[in-house]
């Protein structure tokens, strides 16, 4: 769903564009740190570190990885259990 006129898409893409490079990515740093933020507070407190590790991975990235390969960062956090 898009309820955004085009004006006002233009006006904000400019407004956008007229900060610097590096307060653009300040914001985009502060962005991934809230997401990440977000993420870690829905993650269970009393799992031990190595999965809380494991549920943040699958929540942050999951979806976004092919199965074969997130099934093996699973089995690698798993594996740092004692670290």
């Known amino acids: 769903m898009n309820d955004t006129t ?10 956008l564009m007229a900060r610097s490079n590096e307060e653009r990515f300040k914001m985009g740093v ?3 740190q809230t997401a990440r933020t977000i ?3 829905s993650v269970p407190e009393d799992l031990s570190p190595a999965e809380r590790r ?10 976004e990885l092919d199965p074969d390969f997130r099934e093996e960062v699973v089995a ?6 004692g670290d």
Not at 54 to 63: E, K, S, T
Not at 76 to 81: G, K, P, T, V
């Open 6 to 15: 085009a004006a006002v898409e233009d006006l904000h893409r400019d407004l």
């Open 30 to 32: 502060s962005m991934c």
């Open 39 to 41: 993420v870690w507070s």
């Open 54 to 63: 494991v549920q943040f991975f699958l929540r942050y990235y999951g979806n």
């Open 76 to 81: 690698e956090l798993r594996s740092q259990e």
